[in-house]
């Protein structure tokens, strides 16, 4: 028994038939900061996947145990209500249905998983306001559909604000950075940090150190060709940033 | 009042009209060649003296009665949006061949009248033009005159050549695949054409071969009062691939032409066949006298998993064409493509399309129509997409669009969709809309006289199907589509 | 033969049953004789429909051996006086019709606002006959189900909004089926909105009791002088042994506007045919539709639109959820005739299949004779955004609330397009509860009432 909050052991995946993910191992306590960088194509957002139950992929061995319950056994949506959080890298345009509408969903099939009862109109209304301004997100983006017609900014904002309200225990930011200005990057990893607590944790996927300067990893790992081939702390990414990841592949390809 | 937009372009849009339905149809001459043609009619015997004159064996005579008996019960189809005069089918010839020799088994046996007529067409018909790196079976109306490398094709394993040879050569492999896509149960047209098919090209690309050049045939109906009936038949076994085009002209002859042609097509396992039509029969004067009435049946069975059939048409020709070259779409991840221009201009009508019948799984199929109206003319597309019940994953996409030249001219579209299985995607659109003043007026300021910008607004709106032509034929279709459409401004 | 058979039979029942019809007033009668006389000539000449599903063909509907109220015996009067359609829950002017037969409600008989006149035919003041008799007659013999309904019609309404006169309130004709024995019932409604005239139409379909067939072959007609305006929205949500064959034809004079919005919401069967004629400059018409199908009901919605004016609009858009064994079809024709100048035409039919078993077919047609056009049509068959579901039950939403919310959003642009904000919002709410698997009969839905009055 550990207070881990995440244990994936020797997670294998793949899709349509290709394997992608060869053997991932990785251990996350609460209130940890992970950052998984790689180069293109390593396997990072089909890791992001595979933990978020993305039908797209198939799993073909491992485990994934969270909080000691057995993740991949579990709906898409009944991971998010074990406090799983995805922020996705290309969030999902969805004509017709409001934010609003959208999350009122969201926060009462959780509760309803939880046991608990549905949150009067008012509460929601105010939990909502409460949670905008975390991210500093426009009012009338609430009664717009999910995503649709969002800058690249807003629907990456609207992501962490999804995450405020929903209170994960684990959240994984898949390329969060990408398609962000300095300044949206700037709200953007404020509004992670501030829901930081000593309780949950975050899996912070990117490609660059750019966004590591805002969000501070305690470990970084290096995933290549579907493994994780190197673990470090936040000197690592550092050192990726400077000498890039050729020699990473040498080495590894040299093996 | 002065037309200050172009300057350079002295005509009223009325002479401009004028002008287009004045433009000379550039293949309308007629050969001088001795030609050997039954008296008009159709009766069993007629299609036993053409079954004798072929010398053929029992079994294709008794496919050709059955197909006239079951052609004597039917009535010719009124579905279409034609208005199809009717046709005396016993003023007809069925049978016309060029007075030559039975078979030519070289060039100098061959009419140099004839020769002279295809070279006038374009064709390459002799071998120093090799070059070109075409072969080509030639038929001068009903009968298959020449077919070039064969010697070539031959060391491949490769069969090109005139179906009656084939039935010669190789009978069982035409018996083992006559009538299996376009059964003569299928229609009218494809009943008459069983019953008194004369010739046409037989092709058979064996396991694994990549035919090396383009295989072509030039149909030409010379013989006045004559029916042109030609059948073709593609075999493409697994592995193969070949490139097939068919090129239409016929003389300028005051009465109407009937050519009911079938073309079956089958494609095994990962084969593909790309057929590439530019036709360009004579489409009647001005007032609508004359011209060719086609009436084709085309259809190829993609049989094989992952086998692959593409279709592209060029319709610029005939009075009246009634054609949806088809696919079935049976083995696994099968491909079917449609692409096709249709110009109709004066009196043309065209009700052209396609079907594509989705029966495996994963099956895929494109089509792109584009329709150009012009005259008096009346321009359909046509188009059938199943999705039977068992076949899972099945995409289509089908864009049809029309453009119209004129306001005495029609442009209509017809499609069907099926879907009896849920996971299929379906997409259809399309959009009927007129040359864009907008567009001609941008070209005119910058001196592009506006017959000269209507061909190139044109050419660029059917661009997407004009690519899918090979090379050799893209040039000419392009012309073709400059000459049918000269002047023709709205 | 099949046709023969079955449309036959109502004729021969009508035709040896001349002592029960006696005293049928005018314009009803001349419209049965029109009926009767056309009937044999139509009944010969009768195909089969090929773009629809078999079971929405004429021939089909008619076929069983329905009762015919010929003797036009009130059966529900009481019913109906007191039922109230809670559907939209919307204060409108009341017109029930059980069976075939016409109620108007009091208020509307005896205080309808100025300009508005609704009457049954039965009791048409005689200033209306010849007008009235005039309008029936355009459509008395198109085809044979119209020319059944000629033959067979007992009653109907007629609304009429005098020029110039702006009618707040819908009129709403609530048609209630209700029986112990399997019935054909023949209904008809004419709508002449005079030039400049405004008015909005709600039509209900509604079944009561389970197990009885009943088959609605209804007309309606709308004419629209110049500049007047008429919104027609037509719910369905009846049961699944209610079959319906719905014809309604319009004729638009120049600046008028008509909106046609179907909703299938329950029932068995049913066939719609618009026919849509655009014949003055300048005008504008717009179907749009919705079908939530399920079990093994069957919708088919066949437009023909016609324009034959200069600078007029249309717009199509239909929209299907099928599930189960259910079966959809759509047939849209838009035909520009020649000189209907700066015609803007627009179609879209976008169609989700949920169930294995589900099936549609679609048709969307362009016969263009114009060059001054703008025409354009897409239909689309496929799956719920898979991508979107994904994210949604990423984000904590069950598998089959994200599929429902997903739906929802698909027809929403549909529904939006109601123009009338009550009705539009109360048909969110339907759309909804229909989604959420109420099997949306009568004793389910928003008119809970119903049953209450049906049943004393």
New interface residues.
């Given amino acids: 028994m550990t207070d881990n909050l995440l244990t994936v052991r020797n997670l294998r995946a793949g899709i349509e038939g290709k394997e992608i993910l060869r053997g991932i191992d990785l251990t996350i306590r609460p209130g940890e900061v992970h950052a998984i960088m790689g180069p293109n194509g390593s396997g990072k957002s089909t890791l992001s996947g595979v933990l ?5 992929f198939t799993v073909t061995g491992g485990e994934a145990i969270f909080h000691g319950v057995d993740l991949l056994a579990l ?3 009944d ?3 074990e406090g799983l ?2 922020s ?1 890298q290309y ?7 409001t934010m609003v ?3 009122r ?3 009462n ?2 509760r309803k ?1 939880l046991g608990e009862a549905p949150m009067s109109a008012a509460d929601f209304l105010k939990l909502m306001r409460q949670k905008r301004a975390i991210v500093e997100l426009d009012n009338k983006l609430a009664s717009r ?2 995503n649709e017609g969002f800058s690249g900014g807003e629907k990456k904002r609207n992501e962490i604000f ?1 995450m405020a309200v ?1 209170e994960p225990c684990l959240s994984i930011l898949d390329e969060t950075d990408s398609g962000l200005d300095i300044d949206a990057l700037r709200i953007v990893a404020g509004g992670v940090n501030k829901l930081r607590t000593d309780k949950n944790a975050t899996i912070v996927i990117t490609h660059y150190q750019r966004l590591l300067d805002y969000i501070k990893p305690d470990f970084v790992h290096i995933l290549y060709k579907g493994r994780i081939v190197y673990s470090g702390g936040p000197e690592l990414a550092l050192e990726l940033e400077e000498k890039g990841y050729d020699w990473i592949k040498e080495e590894v390809d040299k093996q | 009042m002065k037309d200050n937009i172009n300057t350079d372009e002295p005509l009223s849009n009325d002479e401009l009209l004028a002008r287009a339905t004045g433009s000379e149809y550039k293949y309308g001459f007629t050969s001088d060649i001795d030609t050997d043609i039954i008296p008009a009619g159709l009766s069993e015997d007629v299609i036993r003296l053409i079954s004798a004159r072929k010398g053929e064996p029992e079994w294709l005579l008794d496919f050709r009665l059955a197909a006239y008996r079951y052609w004597l019960t039917l009535e010719p189809p009124t579905w279409a949006h034609l208005n199809i005069p009717p046709i005396d089918f016993q003023a007809i010839s069925y049978y016309a061949a060029p007075k030559s020799k039975d078979a030519p088994e070289s060039l100098d046996e061959v009419d140099p009248q004839l020769i002279d007529t295809f070279n006038r067409l374009g064709i390459p018909l002799e071998e120093q033009k090799m070059l070109s790196g075409m072969a080509v079976d030639a038929v001068m109306d009903s009968v298959s005159v020449h077919t070039t490398h064969r010697e070539r094709l031959a060391e491949m394993g490769i069969i090109f050549c005139s179906f009656s040879e084939a039935v010669r050569e190789y009978p069982d492999l035409v018996r083992k695949y006559l009538g299996k896509v376009v059964s003569y149960r299928d229609n009218f047209y494809a009943a008459l054409n069983s019953a008194v098919f004369s010739d046409g090209s037989f092709v058979y690309i064996p396991k694994g071969v990549r035919c090396p050049m383009e295989l072509s045939t030039y149909f030409r109906i010379n013989a006045s009062g004559t029916g042109q009936f030609e059948r073709t038949l593609i075999v493409a076994d697994d592995d193969a691939y070949v490139s097939y085009l068919e090129g239409c002209t016929a003389p300028m002859r005051d009465e109407n032409q009937l050519h009911a042609a079938i073309v079956e097509i089958i494609v095994e396992d990962r084969a593909e066949v790309k057929y590439s039509t530019v036709q360009n029969w004579y489409a009647g004067d001005a007032e609508g006298r004359g011209g060719v009435y086609n009436f084709v049946t085309k259809r190829g069975l993609c049989r094989g998993d992952y086998s692959k059939l593409s279709w592209t048409q060029v319709e610029t020709g005939s009075a009246i064409t009634w054609k949806y070259p088809s696919c079935i779409l049976a083995g696994r991840g099968a491909t079917g493509e449609f692409y096709s221009v249709a110009v109709t201009n004066n009196m043309q009508q065209a009700d052209t399309g396609t079907k594509m019948i989705h029966i495996g799984s994963d099956t895929h199929s494109t089509i792109v129509s584009k329709g150009i109206s012009a005259g008096h003319s009346q321009n359909s597309y046509r188009g059938l997409v199943k999705v039977a019940p068992g076949a899972e994953g099945v995409r289509n996409y089908t864009q049809c669009d029309s453009l119209l030249l004129g306001s005495n001219c029609g442009a209509h579209t017809f499609p069907v969709i099926e879907v009896d299985n849920r996971s299929a995607v379906v997409e259809h659109e399309a959009t009927t809309s007129k040359i864009s003043e907008d567009q001609l007026f941008y070209c005119n300021q910058r001196g592009i006289p506006t017959e000269e910008a209507i061909a190139l607004i044109v050419n660029g709106y059917a661009k997407e199907v004009m690519n899918k032509l090979p090379m050799e034929f893209a040039v000419e279709a392009r012309k073709l589509l400059e000459i049918t459409l000269e002047g023709a401004v709205g | 033969m099949k046709a023969a058979q079955s449309f036959g039979q109502y004729l021969a029942l009508w035709v040896d049953n001349e002592a029960l019809r006696q005293g049928v007033p005018e314009p009803l009668a001349t419209l049965n004789s029109a009926g009767a006389e056309a009937l044999p000539a139509l009944i010969e000449a009768y195909r089969a429909p090929k773009d629809v599903p078999r079971a929405c063909a004429a021939d089909e509907l008619f076929a069983p051996d329905y009762g015919v109220n010929l003797a036009h015996h009130d059966m529900h009067a009481s019913v109906a006086e007191a039922f109230h359609c809670g559907v939209p829950n919307l204060n409108s002017h009341l017109v029930v019709v059980a069976n075939d037969v016409v109620h108007v409600s009091a208020p509307l008989r005896d205080e309808a606002p100025a300009g508005l006149k609704v009457y049954s035919l039965r009791s048409l003041p005689s200033e209306y006959v010849g007008r009235a008799g005039e309008l029936l007659a355009l459509h008395s013999a198109d085809n044979v189900a119209v020319a059944m309904n000629s033959l067979l019609l007992g009653d109907g309404i007629y609304i009429r909004v005098e020029p110039g006169v702006t009618v707040e309130r819908p009129v709403q004709i609530v048609n209630i089926f209700h029986s112990d024995m399997p019935m054909l019932s023949s209904r008809r409604v004419v709508v002449d909105a005079g030039e400049g005239a405004s008015l909005r139409v709600l039509l209900c379909d509604h079944s009561q009791g389970a197990g009885v067939q009943h088959l609605n072959n209804q007309v309606v007609q709308v004419h629209a002088a110049p500049h007047a305006s008429v919104d027609l929205y037509d719910i369905e949500e009846s049961s699944a042994d209610t079959h319906r064959l719905n014809q309604l034809f319009t004729h638009q004079e120049h600046d008028s506007r008509v909106v046609v919005s179907p909703t299938f919401l329950h029932g068995g069967v049913t066939a719609n045919h618009y026919g849509l004629n655009l014949t003055g400059d300048h005008a504008e018409a717009e179907v749009t539709g919705l079908a939530i199908c399920a079990d093994k009901q069957q919708v088919a919605n066949n437009v023909v639109l016609r324009h034959d004016c200069e600078h007029s609009t249309s717009r199509q858009l239909f929209k299907y959820a099928l599930y189960d064994e259910a079966r959809g079809s759509f047939g849209g024709k838009v035909v520009v005739e020649h000189g209907a100048r700066f015609t803007d035409a627009s179609q879209t039919n976008r169609n989700i299949l949920v169930s294995e078993k589900a099936r549609m077919d679609a048709s969307p047609q362009l016969e263009i004779y114009c060059d001054e056009v703008k025409a354009s049509h897409g239909a689309t068959t496929g799956q719920l ?4 579901l ?10 089959d ?2 599929e429902r ?2 739906t ?3 027809m ?2 549909v529904v939006d397009n109601i123009g009338y904000e009550v009705l539009r919002q109360r048909m969110h709410v339907l759309v909804e509860k229909r989604l959420a698997g109420a099997s949306a009969s009568c004793e389910t839905c928003a008119s809970a009432d119903c049953s209450k009055y049906t049943r004393q």
């Fill in positions: 978020a139950g993305d039908p797209r709906s898409p949506a991971r998010s209500h959080f995805l996705f969030p999902v345009e969805i004509p017709g249905v509408n959208f999350m969903a969201a926060v099939a959780k998983y559909s999910v999804q929903l | 955004d898979e991508r979107a994904f994210y949604m039950q990423a984000r904590g939403i069950p598998a609330e994200a919310m997903l929802q959003a698909f929403a642009d």
